[in-house]
């Protein structure tokens, strides 16, 4: 059973910082991309940041670029995100995510999309 558990969200003063951890079990986690999504009240969800399996690729939307940083530890199975310099335009719940596809055979390709429970950010003075 696969699973992606979110922790680190709390209340953050502007200017502040805040780790969030997202725990993975029950698959391949070094052989997988990992990505952090937001969702604000009344806002679509939104890709935050992507790592690639062995971390030699990231990508932030423009938002966060210079504050924020994704991570991997592989021996955990654990991504990261450090947020520094926190806005209240932050404030969203913060959700983990892993999606790839499988070839199952010649016309078939099974797709997996799997989601954290999601953790809440404020900040807020």
């Known amino acids: 059973q696969v699973q992606l558990v979110e922790s680190g969200g709390g209340l953050v003063q502007p200017g502040g910082s805040l780790r969030l951890s997202c725990a993975a079990s029950?698959?391949?986690?070094?052989?997988?991309?990992m990505s952090w999504y937001r969702q604000a009240p009344g806002k679509e969800r939104e890709l935050v940041a992507t790592?690639?399996?062995?971390?030699?690729?990231?990508y932030y939307v423009d938002s966060v670029k210079g504050r924020f940083t994704i991570s991997r530890d592989n021996a955990k199975n654990t991504v990261y995100l450090q947020m520094s310099s926190l806005k209240p335009g932050d404030t969203a719940v913060y959700y983990c995510?892993?999606?790839?596809?499988?070839?199952?055979?010649?016309?078939?390709?099974?797709?997996?999309?799997?989601w954290g429970q999601g953790t809440q950010v404020t900040v807020s003075s």
């Open positions: 995510n892993t999606k790839y596809a499988v070839v199952a055979g010649p016309e078939t390709t099974n797709e997996y999309d799997y």
């Open positions: 029950g698959l391949t986690f070094s052989s997988l991309a």
């Open positions: 790592i690639t399996d062995n971390a030699d690729m990231t």
